[in-house]
T-cell receptor, first 111, second 110 residues
Framework: NAGVTQTPKFRILKIGQSMTLQCTQD?????MYWYRQDPGMGLKLIYY???????DKGEVPNGYNVSRSTTEDFPLRLELAAPSQTSVYFC??????????FGPGTRLTVL | GQNIDQPTEMTATEGAIVQINCTYQ??????LFWYQQHAGEAPTFLSY????GLEEKGRFSSFLSRSKGYSYLLLKELQMKDSASYLC???????????FGPGTRLSVLP
């Protein structure tokens, strides 16, 4: 099992550009999450999904969108990037014992 | 509202024992989790408490008191590789969302 994979690992965007952060898991987990982590801080939930076709907002959803067309994939879309979106983004899936498995993260800088 | 507090930084000596505290005030509760995160890496799962009491897992133990909204992570026989951030998280009442604390950065000194 590859677990949770994320692409890209690093990205620099200009203000106003858009991009999609990819997340894939091969563990057949229903629950998936997107978090952002600012330097020296904890994780803040952006969006989550309880299964294919179902998504919901977390604590900080503004400026982001998600979709969940399959169990495996949970992409995060940034529209009109802003410097405040400079952060490290982690995708995670969760198993039946409530343990979360995190991807390696995407480091995004918006200039 | 949701609020989770942890000390920002702690320092301890190799071979010693350290206790990292976490207090929480959340609108619901379905379990408390501890994660370890080395600098520049993703968090990894350490422990999960849903009932009051102590859960032991090798050198790591975690305690929960639901009535006090309090948990701690106990690390014994500290090793240099234990230098990392430790994140406390609560699973909400609906069992869907996790709320994370700010994390405690632990430095283990020789």
């Amino acid at each position: 099992n590859a677990g949770v994979t994320q692409t890209p690992k690093f990205r620099i965007l200009k203000i106003g550009q858009s991009m999609t952060l990819q997340c894939t898991q091969d563990m057949n987990h229903n629950y998936m999450y997107w978090y952002r982590q600012d330097p020296g801080m904890g994780l803040k939930l952006i969006y989550y999904s309880v299964g294919a076709g179902i998504t919901d907002k977390g604590e900080v959803p503004n400026g982001y969108n998600v979709s969940r067309s399959t169990t495996e994939d949970f992409p995060l879309r940034l529209e009109l990037a802003a410097p405040s979106q400079t952060s490290v983004y982690f995708c995670a899936s969760r198993d039946r014992s409530n343990e979360q498995f995190f991807g390696p993260g995407t480091r995004l800088t918006v200039l | 509202g949701q609020n989770i507090d942890q000390p920002t930084e702690m320092t301890a000596t190799e071979g010693a024992i350290v206790q990292i505290n976490c207090t929480y005030q959340t609108s619901g509760f379905n379990g408390l989790f501890w994660y370890q995160q080395h600098a520049g890496e993703a968090p990894t799962f350490l422990s999960y408490n849903v009932l009051d009491g102590l859960e032991e897992k090798g050198r790591f133990s975690s305690f929960l008191s639901r009535s006090k909204g309090y948990s701690y992570l106990l690390l014994k026989e500290l090793q240099m590789k234990d230098s990392a951030s430790y994140l406390c998280a609560v699973l909400d009442n609906y069992g869907q969302n996790f709320v994370f604390g700010p994390g405690t950065r632990l430095s283990v000194l020789p």
